[in-house]
Nanobody
Framework: VQLQASGGGLVQAGGSLRLSCAAS????????TAWYRQAPGKERELVAR???????NYADSVKGRFTISRDNAKNTVYLQMNSLKPEDTAVYYC?????????WGQGTQVTVSS
């Protein structure tokens, strides 16, 4: 099983990025998939989750700015991040709960400059 995260980078405050997480070995369509982030010196926190059935939830800090989505044909989950703020700077990780087992991607750095 491999989760490959991509799409991070350096962006100015107010800008946008789209993260992608492509899976091999599991099917996102039957998984609960999430994006987490970890800033320096802080604990890893849940950013957004998309459930197997398609429902979503978000951290309060990103509601209205971030959107999680899934493309079953490409077996890929996305995180569209708009109106980025410096406090969004972190390493972003994708996570999949597949048949009761948790899988993690390698992380992608997002840096938002003020």
């Amino acid at each position: 099983v491999q989760l490959q995260a991509s799409g991070g980078g350096l962006v100015q405050a107010g800008g946008s990025l789209r993260l992608s997480c492509a899976a091999s070995g599991i099917m996102f369509s039957v998984s609960h998939t999430a994006w987490y982030r970890q800033a320096p010196g802080k604990e890893r926190e849940l950013v957004a989750r998309i459930f197997r059935g398609g429902g979503t939830n978000y951290a309060d800090s990103v509601k209205g700015r971030f959107t999680i989505s899934r493309d079953n044909a490409k077996n890929t989950v996305y995180l569209q991040m708009n109106s980025l703020k410096p406090e969004d700077t972190a390493v972003y990780y994708c996570n999949a709960d597949y048949s009761g087992t948790n899988y993690w991607g390698q992380g992608t750095q997002v840096t938002v400059s003020s």
